[in-house]
């Protein structure tokens, strides 16, 4: 199982995920710009190292990972996201969505248009998530 993930990390590397991943972090390096915008551009580096190599990983709210709420998963993490989606959500959920239409052109390209989906998904409502390791 592990060779096949690494087969289709490599392949999803070269079909989108380094340019997706380095858009999550020059989203990143923007947000850091500020000191407000710093917990969204670490957000963006954790979700840009997601991108680059998705499978095997996947995105859960920390509110299910911990049991209990946290700055991110309450109100203030909704206005954030809201925040997000203006500035950065929307270009990058678009974007994803592009490299979906794109890798959807062939049979083989499925698994990373729907890993793409997934991304944009992610993409939109970002705070208040984490990444860990598939069991």
Do not use: Y
Not at 82 to 98: D, K, R, T
Not at 118 to 128: F, H, V, W, Y
Request: with cysteine.
């Amino acid at each position: 199982m592990a060779v096949l993930r690494l087969i289709f990390n490599i392949a999803w590397f070269v079909l989108g995920g380094f340019v997706m991943g380095l858009a999550w972090w020059l989203a990143g390096i923007l947000c850091f710009i500020s000191i407000i915008g710093i917990p969204f551009g670490r957000a963006c580096f954790i979700i840009g190292e997601m991108t680059f190599w998705p499978f095997g990983q996947e995105q859960i709210s920390r509110r299910h990972l911990t049991g209990r709420d946290d700055l991110g998963t309450g109100a203030l993490g909704m206005v954030g996201n809201i925040i997000w989606f203006l500035l950065f959500g929307i270009w990058l959920a678009i974007g994803h969505l592009v490299h979906a239409l794109a890798c959807f052109v062939t049979i083989i390209g499925i698994p990373f248009g729907i890993q793409h989906l997934k991304l944009a998904l992610l993409s939109l409502t970002p705070i208040g998530q984490t990444v860990v390791a598939k069991a």
